[in-house]
């Protein structure tokens, strides 16, 4: 059953995977990235492992750069990690062939990933739930630019631990480099919040960081436009 598909570089893409990732993932969730370094398209799922990995995030992760899981281990990787992890909930993470005009979705599914489907092999099912990446229309060795993997697995793994970062200014202001998003203390709102820079203006710094605090500027201007009413509605009221 698929929970949720949408464009790596759709706005609402970081908080409608977190919204929904956040659902099925807790710390004993386990992590299987599938692929392989040695083809471009392909390398999603490792791709995603390594930025997970760099995050330090509790969950165990398998099939890292370096440290694949692809059709020729995969039986035996899988042997070893359900023997491990006898009763863990397992995440599989891939890249996937689709249509033309599904390139760059992501999708979130209720159900195991059939690794090699798309192209004809015949691999074993793994997962409890699975996301994928949709990266070409033919095959997974068509050229394909790293640049765009990169940003897909940037979004994922971000959305795979941002619950986790929501309170950590590191991640502030960390730089996606899919559409210039970035994440920001949005003190209107008093939350953090995921947009463009030129959204926001700085309002603040932070007394424990120094880090600046920003502010929405929509928000900012709503506010503004509320509070002149407010004051002339008082104004005529205290002439009547």
Avoid at 36 to 42: E, V, Y
Avoid at 132 to 146: Q, R
Avoid at 210 to 237: A, C, G, Q
């Amino acid at each position: 059953m698929c929970l949720l598909r949408i464009k790596y570089d759709d706005k609402n893409a970081l908080f409608e995977l977190t919204t929904q990732i956040s659902k099925i993932i807790d710390d004993d969730t386990v992590i299987i990235c599938i692929g392989t370094d040695r083809c471009i398209l392909d390398s999603l799922g490792p791709v995603v492992g390594k930025i997970l990995e760099s995050m330090n995030i509790k969950n165990t992760i398998y099939g890292i750069i370096g440290e694949t899981i692809n059709a020729l281990n995969i039986n035996e990787k899988l042997e070893y990690i359900k023997s491990m992890h006898p009763t863990s909930k397992i995440v599989a993470i891939d890249a996937c062939v689709g249509s033309k005009r599904s390139i760059g979705q992501i999708h979130v599914y209720k159900g195991p990933i059939i690794p090699g489907e798309g192209v004809g092999k015949s691999l074993p099912s793994i997962g409890d739930y699975s996301i994928i990446g949709i990266v070409s229309d033919s095959d997974l060795f068509s050229s394909k630019d790293l640049n765009f993997v990169v940003n897909m697995a940037e979004v994922i793994a971000f959305s795979m631990n941002f619950n986790k970062s929501i309170n950590n200014y590191e991640y502030q202001k960390m730089n996606l480099s899919t559409n210039g998003y970035e994440f920001v203390y949005d003190q209107s709102i008093k939350k953090v919040v995921y947009g463009k820079q030129e959204d926001f203006i700085k309002s603040d710094i932070d007394n424990n960081t120094n880090n600046p605090i920003y502010s929405n500027i929509f928000y900012n201007k709503v506010n503004e436009i509320l509070m002149r009413v407010l004051l002339v509605v008082i104004l005529m009221w205290s002439f009547l």
